[in-house]
């Protein structure tokens, strides 16, 4: 799969057609160092966003044991209700 591929995979776009950004003015060098720095940024982005995924779950994960560790039935009987 080209790296055009998987930019349009990633994020639903098209990429225009080396023919037309040829075309434009950009030399084949420049086209190289543009592509590796894209491809660069969105591999630093979907590495913050699995980070991101892997700290939400592991916020989750501490909530969750905190909130089954509580002793629900406590609060019928607490010395306040009395």
């Given at each position: 799969?080209?790296?055009?591929?998987?930019?349009e995979a990633?994020?639903?776009?098209?990429?225009?057609?080396?023919?037309?950004?040829?075309?434009?003015?950009?030399?084949?060098?420049?086209?190289?160092a543009d592509?590796?720095?894209?491809?660069?940024?969105?591999?630093?982005?979907?590495?913050?966003?699995?980070?991101?995924?892997?700290?939400?779950?592991?916020?989750?994960?501490?909530?969750?044991?905190?909130?089954?560790?509580?002793?629900?039935?406590?609060?019928?009987?607490?010395?306040?209700?009395?």
């Amino acid at each position: 799969m080209s790296s055009c591929d998987q930019i349009e995979a990633a994020f639903d776009i098209d990429c225009p057609p080396i023919e037309s950004v040829q075309g434009m003015g950009m030399n084949e060098d420049r086209m190289s160092a543009d592509r590796a720095a894209m491809e660069r940024r969105v591999a630093r982005f979907r590495e913050t966003q699995i980070r991101f995924q892997r700290e939400r779950e592991e916020y989750f994960e501490e909530t969750i044991e905190k909130a089954r560790a509580v002793e629900w039935n406590g609060f019928a009987s607490h010395p306040a209700s009395s």
